[in-house]
């Protein structure tokens, strides 16, 4: 079997399509309510966090702009984040009227740095967001620790790490809340997606009070203070489908299966790798059991602008392998610049502002030197249970990439 013989994730179980003809012939294809599927995926996923608070919603974007209101983030605030992200854990902070603030990965770790979120900590910070990158779980004791001696709050996106754990405790447990998506090719997918956990009552209420409205939140909050604010509440309209509900479901309850095989298979594909390139993982006991990217670094014999002839090897072999599509977010930023044929439109204007405050690459050199060192290989097609998919992978990489590795040896 060739890796590609394999259809990518999401796939999903024989069942789905039945429940799904269900709700599109009773016609349940929206719930205003918050009920049914999308009640069940709610309680399901809270018990998968130790019986926390869930709120859905449309997308792990609307979760984590839903989080920043609810932990009190107002305009003129600055968020913390990290440079090495996916640009939806800093563009729900513009909306808010907040500034996002670009924060170094470690030296050897594409994780957020926590001695780089203390040094940026200021009397406007509200929140520090961190992201578990590829699924690699953060440093979370050491960023918690930052936020506490700082009375800041700790949101923790989990977008790529549904299965990931730290300590054998899973991430999203050890903030004030968390979110992830789950969305397009997530471990747990519905297609579009997100949604939020929290222990706090009155962070879950006004989450739902952002991102739903009055046929919920007439009835569905938990917080006396809050409940004069049900019948209009934001009007968000940032909710669920229940036809997401129940597609995320299939993947939630089998979620350790999931895991387990997605784990089984980039293990083999690391060991064809082994001496070629090396693997981006955490150190214990944080622990990466979703692998949503595959990255591997350069090894050190090979100088960072090789990264292009090792993809061109890989992609002239069929691999589509590539840099991860998740880049610096300094990069992302500066190409923007302030418009002058838009002064009455506030959000271009920030963003462009923003751009040109971007840090350049000097200033947060371990985020942008590690992302000039990866390389990006499918996992899309390494859910199976049967091995030969990762081993046609680990194969037709290592005989693409070793020529180039050993012959600078």
């Known amino acids: 079997m060739h890796f590609t013989d394999v259809p990518p994730w999401p796939v999903y179980g024989l069942g789905v399509a039945g429940r799904l003809a269900e709700l599109v012939e009773s016609g349940t294809v929206f719930d205003y309510a918050g009920s049914g599927a ?7 996923f809270s018990r998968h ?22 932990l009190g983030v107002g305009a003129g605030d600055e968020v913390i984040v990290p440079n090495l ?11 808010i009227g907040a500034t996002p603030v670009l924060v170094d ?9 926590p001695a780089a979120v203390e040094a940026a900590i200021t009397e406007r910070t509200r929140v520090v967001v961190v992201t578990h990158l590829f699924g690699n779980p953060v440093d979370l004791d050491a ?15 989990c977008s790529h790490a549904h299965a990931s754990t730290v300590d054998g405790r899973s991430v999203g447990q050890h ?7 789950i969305g397009a090719g997530k471990m747990v997918s519905g297609g579009h997606g997100g949604l939020l956990v929290t222990a706090d009552a009155k962070v879950r209420d006004v989450a739902l009070l952002t991102g739903h409205f009055k046929p919920r939140t007439r009835t569905d909050i938990l917080t006396a203070e809050l409940r004069p604010y049900a019948e209009f509440a934001l009007g968000g309209n940032l909710r669920l489908s229940p036809l997401s509900a129940v597609l995320a479901l299939d993947h939630l309850t089998r979620l350790e299966e999931l895991s387990a095989q997605r784990c089984t298979n980039v293990a083999i594909v690391d060991n064809y790798l082994a001496g070629l390139l090396v693997p981006l993982r955490p150190p214990a006991p944080r622990v990466n059991r979703s692998h949503f990217d595959l990255v591997y670094l350069l090894p050190s014999q090979l100088l960072t602008a090789a990264r292009g002839d090792v993809l061109k090897a890989l992609n002239s072999a069929n691999v589509p392998a590539g840099a991860p599509s998740t880049r610096p977010l300094n990069r992302v930023l500066g190409a ?12 271009l204007h920030r963003l462009g502002t923003l751009g040109a405050a971007a840090p350049p690459d000097v200033r947060l050199p371990n985020s942008t030197e590690l992302h000039d060192r990866m390389l990006s290989l499918p996992a899309n097609w390494l859910h199976e249970a049967n091995p030969a998919a990762a081993h046609s992978l680990g194969a037709a990489v290592a005989r693409a ?9």
């Open 175 to 181: 903030g004030a809340a968390a979110i992830w998506s």
């Open 105 to 113: 990965s470690g030296l050897s770790d594409a994780s957020i740095d």
């Open 85 to 95: 992200t996916f640009l939806a854990s800093a563009s729900p902070a513009l909306w």
């Open 49 to 70: 966090h130790e019986g926390r608070y869930v709120v859905s919603f449309n997308s792990g974007t609307s979760a984590l702009y839903a989080a920043l209101c609810a």
């Open 38 to 44: 999308v009640r069940e995926l709610e309680e399901a």
């Open 401 to 409: 990439v070793r020529p180039l590795v050993e012959g600078v040896r």
């Open 143 to 157: 960023v918690a620790a930052v936020c506490d001696r700082h009375g800041v709050a700790l949101l923790e996106d």
């Open 336 to 347: 923007m610049r302030p418009l002058s044929t838009e002064p009455t439109r506030p959000l």
